[in-house]
């Protein structure tokens, strides 16, 4: 079968494992803290369009107001329906000496890393298999409240594989190759 990173390996290279974000799979927290979110802004926008529209103030502040109302109360659902977009068009691959991630950010992209010059790769399980390697990654410094959803900012993409299936075995193949 012909990988679609098959014209990004070296002759002596073969593909040993593809695999793509779960469809259905996302980080409950995550998605209840934007909504929850979204919420008090669009009630705040809400409140600021009723006080704008019913003095006579300027028209910046009417136009600020409705902007303010719109993209607080379709930010959170835009942002969930473009992050599973951006998901489906995710692409991974583990070849015997590098690691192929495709993703999307303003088009397409790939980014290859050699395996054995990785730092160790960390694993977040999730249910049924499923879970979440960070490769090439560091932490910023600041605790675990501000850190739940450091997995999801989207110029990070290229540096993880998302919400896999059967994660604990792709990242003992990736540790077995870093040796």
Known sequence: MISKFDRYLKEEETILWTGQPEKN?????????????GIFATVFASLWNIIVWSNSTPVFFKIFGLFFLFSSAFG????????????SKTYYAISTQRIYIEYLFFGKRIKSYKIKSLPKPTLTKYSN???????????????KLFTFAIEYRWFDQYRRFEFIKSAQEVIDLIIERRK
């Open 25 to 37: 799979k996302s980080n409950r927290t995550y998605i209840f803290l934007l909504l929850v979110s």
């Open 129 to 143: 298999g499923i879970g979440t390697i960070l490769i090439n990654y560091e932490t910023p410094f600041s605790f």
């Open 76 to 87: 959170g659902i835009i942002h969930i329906i473009l992050n599973k977009y951006r998901r």
